[in-house]
């Protein structure tokens, strides 16, 4: 069976996405994914303080000792006092059926719920299927022994015809069943996929800075153009790193990095590990026309609900090109799912453009 560790199980802090018009994004980033824009209705700004603690009473213990040979209703019921939590927007609520090690943090708690109910409303699910055990291997946040764990896999029931099965992982803490990680249901084709190499272009010449396209059309509207600021968890060998984004229309854009490594070496470490960050989130890659030295994904945009599979709610669609000892990533955001990858290929050939004259 296919042992898999996602990206999600790796931290704690479950922020997906930051909002593009006030956030730095790139390789280097401290939070799950590349910074990007969310689904909002409302024009982007900066997440906001925490509200109260939900007065929402914590689950109550269940009925029978969940183990490591837990029913498939056992985890249905978790899952689905889960969703329920989701869809009312009860944060403490929902947090009490994910493992600690998987629980969101509080600073993120107004983007957590906003983008969870919305992503209920656009894509409601009517109830939850579960089969056990899983058919993939999923490490439990936190590093538990994936042997230990209960592995599951698990279908949203919606309004139209039923997709895959995404994966999942459950323990048991304090005696309670609590959902501790999941996958997308193509992960280990997505997997096989970001593995294939590519063959590096030639390093640019100009420092990152003088690396940033002007937008592909007068749709977009520049939004923010600054210094990548080094992370904690960067790959090692940066240099430095530039970040510009364009807002299109009330919400949505595209932001382009471009980050210097020490060596060509330390570049393709960095582009790899972009890539497998990203990887339990991927629902589909597609090349880059005419950047051969580019890698195209598309993700679940709010992937950290655990509760977004393949064409439900808003994708982010990403390009990761290798120019020597340069990573430069693009990021287009808000896409609906019959959406095309446009934004982001003409971006990223406008980016490469550029590199190839400077």
């Known amino acids: 069976m296919p042992h898999y560790v996602p990206r999600m199980a790796k931290r704690s802090s479950g922020l997906a996405i930051l909002l593009v018009l006030t956030a730095t994004a790139g390789c280097s980033g401290s939070t799950p994914r590349v910074t990007s824009a969310g689904p909002s209705t409302s024009a982007p700004a900066a997440p906001s303080s925490a509200p109260a603690p939900s007065t929402s009473a914590a689950p109550a ?21 889960y969703l329920g939590a989701l869809r009312d927007g009860d944060f403490v609520g929902a947090m009490a059926h994910r493992c600690r090690a998987a629980r969101v943090s509080a600073d993120n708690r107004e983007l957590f719920v906003q983008q969870s109910v919305e992503l209920l409303q656009m894509a409601p699910v009517t109830g ?13 946040a936190g590093g538990a022994d994936p042997a230990t764990a209960i592995q599951f896999d698990y279908s949203l029931r919606h309004a139209g015809p039923a997709g895959a099965p995404l994966h999942g992982v459950a323990v048991v803490e304090d005696g309670e069943l609590r959902f501790c990680g999941y996958a997308q249901p193509a992960v280990d084709r997505i997997r096989r996929e970001l593995d294939v190499a590519v063959v590096a272009g030639p390093s640019p010449a ?6 940033m396209p002007d937008a592909v059309s007068a749709d977009y509207r520049q939004a923010s153009d600054g210094e990548n600021p080094l992370q904690a968890d960067a790959p ?9 984004s364009w807002a299109h229309g009330g919400f949505g854009g595209v ?12 570049a393709a470490h960095a582009w790899k590990a972009a890539l497998d960050r990203y990887a339990s989130d991927v629902t589909e890659t597609f090349p880059i026309a005419g950047l051969p030295a580019a890698r195209g994904i598309r993700y679940s945009a709010v992937a950290w609900t655990w509760m977004q ?7 982010i669609d990403g390009s990761f090109e290798l120019r ?7 990021l287009a955001s808000a896409l609906r799912a019959d959406d095309g990858h446009d934004a ?9 453009a550029v590199a190839g004259r400077v």
Do not use: C, K
């Open 61 to 81: 213990p269940s009925t029978s000792a969940p183990t490591a040979a837990a029913s498939a209703d056992q985890l249905t019921t978790m899952l689905e006092a």
């Open 128 to 140: 939850v299927t579960v089969s056990v055990p899983g058919s993939l291997v999923v490490a439990p």
């Open 206 to 211: 100009a420092v990152p800075h003088d690396l």
């Open 236 to 244: 090692p060998g940066r240099i430095d790193s530039w970040t510009r």
């Open 255 to 266: 932001r382009v990095t471009a980050t210097r490594y020490g060596t060509p070496a330390q």
């Open 309 to 315: 599979p393949p064409g439900a709610g808003f994708q």
């Open 324 to 330: 020597g000892n340069t990573v430069i990533s693009t």
């Open 344 to 352: 982001v290929e003409a971006f990223a050939r406008a980016a490469d």
